[in-house]
C-alpha cells in the first residue's frame, strides 16, 4: 500500500496538478548536541508560498536506519511569510542514537521548483540536503553550524553578487567552506547539473563563506539553485558539515547594490570593550532606502555579554556602532565573525556583505621565579585571571629571546626558539619542576601559556632565565673495555662538582657509583665509592653483550649526607641485523652531553685485529659488499662533549663487540600492477613491471586472480626473469576481480604486490517513449543494449497507481498491454519502478530505478 500511495502522489504530481509539488527553493539540517546519544535536528526550508505542495510535517532520516516524521512549528505550525512569494519552514525532532559512530542525516521533498536554469527539469527533481556528524564521548559536546542569513538573494547581470551566510559556530570550532553539487532523489547527483556560469568567475571563500559570483551574463536570467558544504574542525578532527541549498534570483536591475565601508579584524584582552563604526551607502539616492544590519556569534550570547548593533535604515549614508564588551567566557581559538549586511528597496532589493572578526585573548600568567636546584628548575606563577582556563603549558628556550607577543600572537611561534616542555592540568596548578637533562653551565628561559577547553592559548607570559649550578659530578664516559656475558668490563669517568656550597656541604667528599640495567632502566644499585673521578666497573656476572648498562655519580659527604647525583649516563649498545651481501648496525644511546660522530670498526674473519672502515653521525649504518655466510665483528667509538662546558678534546666511548654473518633475507620488489579493462571487448590488460634497481633480483613472477575479495585464488600466468609483463584476461561473463603478483629471487624469498580491483561497468538504461503501432519500429518497450546485468524486477503503473505490467526479464519486451497479455492499453503517460541487479565485484548490487514513460500511437485514447 505505501508502494502505491507514494506512486499515486507522484501521479497526481506529474498530470494536470503538477505544479503542486514544485516548491523548494532552499534549505539546510542543523542540530543541537542535547547531550549523551541525543540531538535536536531542525529543517529549515524556504518554499513557494503560492505552490499547494505545502508541507506540515516531512520526513528525517536520521542515518541510523530509523525515519521520523517531524512536524512544522513555525508560523502556529503554517510557516512564516518572509516576502512575497517565499515561505520559511521550521520543523524540529529529536532523536537518540545507538552508540558513538558517524552518521549522516537528511530530508528528501518531491520537488524543486520549475525553471531553475541550472538543473534541467527541476520541476521533476526531489529536494534534497545532508548534515554529518559525529558522537564521539573523546570529542565531547558538538553543535552544528547556525546558519543566520537567508538562503535567498538576487543578483544583476553584469553586476559581481556577493553573499555570506552568516555561519556560527557555539562551539567555537573552525569552519570551512566548500562548494559541491546539488543532489536529487536519493543523494544522487542531479543529471546535467553545472554551476552558474560567469564572466569570470564563479567561486567561494574557503575562509570567510563568502560566494562570489563574478558576474552574472546578461543573458543568464532566470533562478539559479548551488550548494555549499560547511565543515566544522576541531584539534585538526572533522566533527560535522552542514550542506546548504540555496536559490539565487538573476532578474533584469535598473538598480545597483549598496556598498559597505571596509571591515574591521580585531584582536582584543579579554575584559575590554570592542567599538568600531560601520558605514553603508547607495549611488541610487535619492530613490532608495537602505538598512544596516549584523548577524554573528556575539549576538548570540546571553546578556550581559551580548554585542550592539541597531539596525539602522536611511538613504545615500548610514553609520552605526558595533559595541562589545568582552569578558573571559568570549575566550577562544577562533575569531568571533561578525556578518554586515546593507540592503535596499529598489528594483529588484539587492544586498551587499561584509565580515568582521574580533579574537578574544586571554590575559597572560605572570611567571614569578625560576630556581636551580640541583640538576633541576623549579619553576613558579599566578594563577590565569580567566577562570575558564584548564591549565598551562610550560616552554623553553637557551638563552634569552626578546619575544614581545604581537597583539594578535597568542602561545608562543615556533620561529622563536622555545619548545614546549610540558602541558599541565588544573587552573590551580602553578608550578613545574624542570629535570628533562638540563646541563651546567646553560642559561635556560622560560615563558608560560594558560590553555582553553578548544585549545585557545592566551598570551605569553614574562620570560625568565637561570643557570644550573656546578655543584653535582658531570659524567663524561662510560666506555666498555670487555665485552663478555658474564665477565665484562665498563669504564666510567666525570668532572668533579666546582660550585658546592661548603658552609652546607663541608668537605671532604665522595662518589658512590650507582649502576642500572639497560639504558633507560630506574632500578639503581650501589657498585662502589672512591675518592677519584674515574671507577672501573668488573661486577661478577657483568654481561656488556646482551644489553647496555646506565650510572649515574651520587656525591656525598664523609658524614653520609648526599649532596646531589650526576645526571645518568648509559654505555654505546650495537645491535646487528643482516641482509643480503651487507650488515646494518644500529646504535641505541642515552647520555647527557650530544655525541657528534660515530667511528666503526670491523674485523675479518680470521684475522685478530679490529680496522676503521668509516664515520658516520646517524643512529644506523649498512655495511655492504660483504660475502654471505662469512662472519664480520663489529665495534663502535662514539665522539662527544657538552656544548656549553670547556674541554681538552672529545668524549670518547667504545661500545660492546658483536659478530654476525650476512644472509640473504630480503624479499625481492614487489611487482608494479595496473589494470585496464575494456568493458566492449570483455577483457582486462595487466601490466607487470619491476622497479629499477630490482630486476637483476627477480628472477620469476606470477600472476594471482580472485573474482572477489573474498574470492578463491586462482594462478593465471607464471613466467621467468624479465623486466616487464603483460598478460590479457578475457572473461565471457565477467570483468570484475582482483590481481596480484609475486616476485620471487634466486634463494626463495618472495614479496607480494597490493592487490589491484577492478569492476565492472554495468549499464542498464530504459527510454521513455515508445510507440506500438505495429509499424516495426519501436512497437516495444525494452532498455537500450546492456551490460552486466543478472536480472532485473519490473513493474509499471498507470497514472492511478494500478498495475498494469510486470516482467523479470532484463530485456523487459513490454508490447502496452495489460499484464497477463491482456488488452492494449491507452495512449498516455506510464510509470515504473524496476530493480536492476548490477553484476558487481563485490557481488550483485541492486539499483533501483523509477521514471516515466510515454506511449503513443496505440490507436487508444484514455476515457479517465
Known sequence: MRLIAWLVFIVLSCSSGLLYATHNRAGEITYRHLGGYQIEATITTYTKADSQADRASLGIHWGDGTVDTIQRLNGNGQGELIAPDLKKNIYRGIHIYPGPAGYTMFFEDPNRNGGVVNIPNSVNIPFYVSTQLLINPFVGINNSVQLLNPPIDKACPGQIFIHNPGAWDPDGDSISYRLVSCRGEGGQAIPGFTQPQATNSFNLDPVTGDLIWDAPPATGL???????????????????????????DVVPCTNTPPLLS?????????????????????????HDLITLSATGGPFELAHPGKAQFAPVTGKETISQDFIWQTACNHVRKQPWVISFRVGDNGNPNLAAY??????????????????????TIRLEWTESPCKEATGYEVYRRTGPSNFTPGNCITGIPAAYGFERIAILSGLATLGYIDSAGLQPGVDYCYRIVARFPDGAESYASNELCTTLRRDVPIMTHVSVLKTDPNAGAILLAWRPATEIDSLQWPPPYAYQVERASGNMSTQWQDIGTTADTSFVDTSAGLNTSGHAWNYRIRLITSSGLVVGRSLPAASLFMKLKAFDNSIEIQLEEQVPWTNHSYTLFRKEQGSADYDSITVFSGLSYRDSGLANHVSYCYKLRSSGAYSTLPSSGAYLNFSQEQCLAPIDLEPPCAAIVMVQTSCDSMFSRISIGIPPGCIDDVLQGRLLFKPAPDGE??????????????????????????????TYDSVGNSAKSTWVCVDNCPEYRLPDSFSPNNDGVNDEFRPYPYAFIAGVRMKIFNRWGIE???????????????KNGGLLLPDGVYFYVCEVDEIRLQGIITRRMKGIITMLGSGIQSNE
Open 222 to 248: 532566470g533562478e539559479y539553485n548551488v550548494a555549499f558544504v560547511i565543515e566544522e574542525w576541531r584539534r585538526g578532527v572533522l566533527l560535522g558539515s552542514v550542506t546548504r541549498d540555496m536559490q539565487i
Open 262 to 286: 571596509d571591515m574591521h579584524h580585531l584582536c582584543v584582552l579579554a575584559g575590554e570593550t570592542v567599538s568600531f563604526k560601520i558605514s553603508a551607502s547607495d549611488v541610487d539616492f535619492p
Open 354 to 375: 561584509g565580515s568582521s572578526s574580533v579574537k578574544v585573548i586571554a590575559p597572560a600568567p605572570a611567571l614569578l621565579s625560576a630556581s636551580a636546584l640541583g640538576n
Open 713 to 742: 585464488t586462482e594462478t593465471l600466468a607464471s613466467w621467468g626473469k624479465i623486466e616487464n609483463h603483460l598478460v590479457e584476461h578475457v572473461s565471457a561473463i565477467s570483468l570484475a576481480g582482483c590481481y596480484q603478483v609475486i
Open 804 to 818: 498494469v505490467f510486470e516482467t523479470t526479464n532484463p530485456e523487459i519486451k513490454w508490447t502496452g498491454r495489460a
